[in-house]
């Protein structure tokens, strides 16, 4: 089962890079490549640096403190310090708005 979340603005988001958001128990961060949003856990799964430090290219985001590399859309780590792979969530957009799904 799915508990989805209405976590922000999809304009908002699509307006910039990337997206802090949260939602309760969870920290989330929303990229916007090409007109979709991903949404990945805000915190890199090595060592918990905030992933919005980091940098995004294409649909691989970098981690700012030992410069890991993830997939958005699968979460696989594409270089960097070995470590899990990256939490990501599926997202839905209704009626302007970004809901992220967590699996309960
Ligand atoms: S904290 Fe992200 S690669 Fe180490």
Do not use: K, N
């Not at 859309?73 to 470590?83: H, I, K, S």
């Amino acid at each position: 089962m799915t508990l989805w979340h209405d976590v922000a603005d999809a304009a908002a988001v699509l307006s910039r890079e990337m997206l802090e958001a949260e939602a309760p128990g969870h920290a989330f961060l929303l990229l916007s490549v090409s007109g979709e949003i991903f949404a990945v856990d805000a915190v890199c799964p090595h060592h918990q640096a905030w992933l919005s430090m980091g940098h995004l290219d294409g649909a691989t985001i970098a981690c700012p403190r030992h410069q890991g590399r993830f997939h958005i859309a699968t979460g696989r780590q594409l270089g960097g310090p070995a470590c899990p792979p990256l939490p990501t969530y599926p997202v839905r957009v209704v009626a302007g708005r970004v809901l992220v799904g967590v699996g309960l």
